[in-house]
Nanobody, 118 residues
Framework: QAQLVESGGGSVQAGGSLRLSCAAS??????FAWFRQAPGKERELVAG????????YYLDSVKGRFTISRDIAKNTVYLEMNSLKPEDTAIYYC?????????????WGQGTQVTVSS
């Protein structure tokens, strides 16, 4: 059974940085992605990366601030978040599987809270 476990969330002041990690087990995934859901809003795709790393996707509002990467040997995907803004506050979910672009993943993590204060 595939399992995704996120870590690295927390609270930070605006302008700060956080690094999220997602350890995958129980399978090999061709696509990884990070989604987020803020209170009262729909879940949105933040970033995605394919197995080779040659294809990436970023939500317009995070371009230049967030970087997605993956470690094939560790079957782990990361989301480096810099210059964080209060509007980045949300629960961040790791997702894997499915096709490119990663809008309908097969597997989801439990989520990790990211809170950015002004």
């Amino acid at each position: 059974q595939a399992q995704l476990v996120e870590s690295g969330g927390g609270s930070v002041q605006a302008g700060g940085s956080l690094r999220l990690s997602c350890a995958a087990s129980g399978g090999t995934f061709s696509v990884f992605a990070w989604f987020r859901q803020a209170p009262g809003k729909e879940r949105e795709l933040v970033a995605g990366i394919n197995w080779s790393g040659l294809m990436t996707y970023y939500l317009d509002s995070v371009k230049g601030r967030f970087t997605i990467s993956r470690d094939i040997a560790k079957n782990t995907v990361y989301l480096e978040m810099n210059s964080l803004k209060p509007e980045d506050t949300a629960i961040y979910y790791c997702a894997a599987g499915g096709n490119w672009p990663p809008r309908r993943p097969d597997y989801w993590g439990q989520g990790t809270q990211v809170t950015v204060s002004s």
